[in-house]
């Protein structure tokens, strides 16, 4: 076995198809197509199903993936080594967030540093976010909840306090009322983020802890539509309160006996926190956390 029939098979692997492939590699399709063949004869296994012009992955197939998108991985991090030195002044950095707010000016301050490096970022829910981090789709992620895992490393970024919000009509969010206890939301109608979202997860144990019941009468997985939802009058919702948007027809008010939070961790594998890619953007956050820790606290919040 080659190196070379590795990347050869990722490529199709990738891509489903050997004219594709030949062409992301620079070789011709009778290389390539010999390369895979020499492959599944040498090991005796079927690696792809020929369907017309697409190559479909086997379940043997879908197992090497795995390995190879390792393999790529690591490659692309001793090229980075071997070639910029102690300069980053090329390369590709994959961002995952379950949110746009916290990521945005990590990548501000990550784009200051290092200009020449192409920032990608993809927004999913939890579920999706971290599956593109342990297999290699992504570099780093921003998440607000991190189960334990031993092939993750991570650190906490932030934490903000999650408040309640509702229209400026409803009695408990009227103008002349400054808070919200959490007995007040029992049996009212609510609008509920989706199960997996930090937001839910954290208001749910707290309101479980209070024998608090909501009315949940509708469920969403966007704090936009969800914001809109409740401006609608559909029923209250929850958000954290650095994500949350001033709109003249809702209001937010704080959970005054209720402990609810709100994180952001920033999330990397294990086996890749040697990457000088991933080591500089962990450098800039730690910059960037340590400056919000000052600045905050300089100003007594």
């Known amino acids: 076995m080659r190196y070379t029939q590795l990347r050869s ?79 980053l002044r090329t390369g590709h950095l994959r961002v ?9 000016e990590m990548l501000v301050a990550f784009h200051a540093r290092y200009p020449e490096i192409e920032i990608s970022v993809s927004i999913g829910n939890s579920n999706v976010v971290l599956r593109n981090l342990l297999e290699f789709e992504s570099d780093v992620a921003v998440l ?7 092939r993750l490393w991570y650190s906490q970024y932030s934490e903000s306090p999650i408040v309640a919000f509702g229209r400026r009509d409803h009695p408990l969010f009227a103008p002349d009322r400054d808070h919200i206890r959490i007995a007040d939301l029992h049996d009212q109608p609510m609008v509920a983020r989706e199960h997996g979202s930090n937001t839910r997860r954290a208001s749910d144990e707290a309101m479980a802890k209070a024998n608090v019941r909501p009315k949940i009468v509708m469920e969403i997985g966007s704090r936009e539509a969800v914001r809109e939802a409740v401006a609608s009058g559909v029923g209250f919702g929850f958000v954290s309160s650095a994500e949350y948007i001033a709109d003249e027809r809702i209001r937010s008010l704080p959970v005054v006996d209720a402990e609810i939070f709100n994180y952001a961790h920033i999330v990397c594998r294990q086996d890749r926190l040697q990457s000088r890619l991933i080591s500089a953007f962990l450098d800039v956050t730690s910059a960037l956390h340590s400056t919000e820790h000052r600045s905050l606290a300089a100003t007594g919040r």
Do not use: C, K, W
């Open 144 to 150: 607000a909840y991190v189960e334990n895992d031993d």
């Open 9 to 87: 098979f990722h490529a199709v692997a990738e891509t489903e198809s050997v004219t594709a492939a030949a062409n992301r590699l620079n070789i011709s399709q009778p290389t390539l197509t010999t390369q895979i063949r020499q492959l599944e004869e040498e090991y005796a296994v079927e690696l792809f199903v020929r369907t017309g012009r697409r190559m479909r992955l086997t379940d043997a197939g879908r197992e090497l993936q795995q390995i190879t998108r390792r393999m790529i991985a690591d490659e692309a991090d001793a090229r980075h080594f071997l070639t910029e030195s102690r300069e």
């Open 96 to 104: 995952g967030a379950v949110g746009p707010f916290h990521v945005t």
